[in-house]
Structures are given as structure tokens and as C-alpha cells.
């Protein structure tokens, strides 16, 4: 997991993440005024701080891409947050509040890791 949020980090640095959003995040955003390269912002910077996850998983479509999927804080608002890891970028899919229930799919990221990638890891304003 955290290999994962290291690598879609490096890729939103480099501009290597393309926008693939569903209809549902660009309907929330343009509802909330915010833009995509706002949100995708928001989305990499909470990404250390996640409380859940699932992943990776195989895409229904594209074998290749393991699917990444992230319950994060933003603005102290759960967003479900959706990345797909390719060979040479990251697709994001999805960034909008939490509609579901945390079910048993759901991982906790372990508190002892989300500490040490905090005190490890970059400072959110180095984005």
C-alpha cells in the first residue's frame, strides 16, 4: 500500500497522472466549485493520511492496471478516492465523498505505518 501512494506521489509530481474521472466525481466537483487539478491535489496530499484501503486489485478491463482504493479526510470529509497503476503513469477515477459503509472489504491502514510514513514521508505543502 504504501509503495502504491509512493508511486502515485512521484507520478503526480512528475505530471504523469492522466484524469479519467466517472461522471459521478465530475458532477460533485463542478457541484462543490472545485477543479480537477484542485481535487487531484487535495486527493495526493491525503493520501499518507488514509484510513482505509483496498488493493491492489486487477482492473475489469485492463489486466495490466492494479487498482487502488483509498476512504481519506479532506476538507474532515471521507472522499473515496480511486487510482489505477499503469507500467508508466497512474489513471485517477475517482474523487468524491463516501457514499458506502465501510464494509469488511476495507483495510485500516495500521496507525504504527500512517506514523511512520507522517513522520518519513513529505510534507503535504511540498506538493
Known amino acids: 500500500m504504501w509503495q502504491a501512494?509512493?508511486?502515485?506521489?512521484?507520478?503526480?509530481?512528475?505530471?504523469?497522472?492522466?484524469?479519467?474521472?466517472?461522471?459521478?466525481?465530475?458532477?460533485?466537483?463542478?457541484r462543490q466549485g472545485w477543479t480537477y487539478a484542485l481535487a487531484l491535489r487535495?486527493?495526493?496530499?491525503?493520501?499518507?493520511?488514509?484510513?482505509?484501503y483496498r488493493g491492489p486489485s486487477v482492473h475489469h478491463w485492463m489486466a495490466t492496471y492494479a487498482v487502488y482504493e483509498f476512504i481519506s479526510a479532506i476538507n474532515d470529509q471521507d472522499f473515496y478516492l480511486k487510482f489505477d497503476l499503469k507500467w508508466h503513469g497512474t489513471l485517477v477515477e475517482s474523487i468524491h465523498q463516501r457514499e458506502y459503509a465501510i464494509s469488511s472489504r476495507w483495510?485500516?491502514?495500521p496507525t504504527a505505518l500512517r506514523k511512520e510514513q507522517e513522520n518519513g514521508g513529505r510534507n503535504e505543502t511540498d506538493f
Do not use: F
Open 5 to 30: 501512494i509512493r508511486q502515485i506521489q512521484e507520478d503526480y509530481r512528475q505530471g504523469r497522472i492522466e484524469n479519467n474521472l466517472h461522471r459521478k466525481t465530475t458532477d460533485y466537483l463542478r
Open 42 to 52: 487535495r486527493a495526493v496530499q491525503r493520501l499518507p493520511y488514509s484510513r482505509y
Open 107 to 109: 483495510h485500516p491502514v
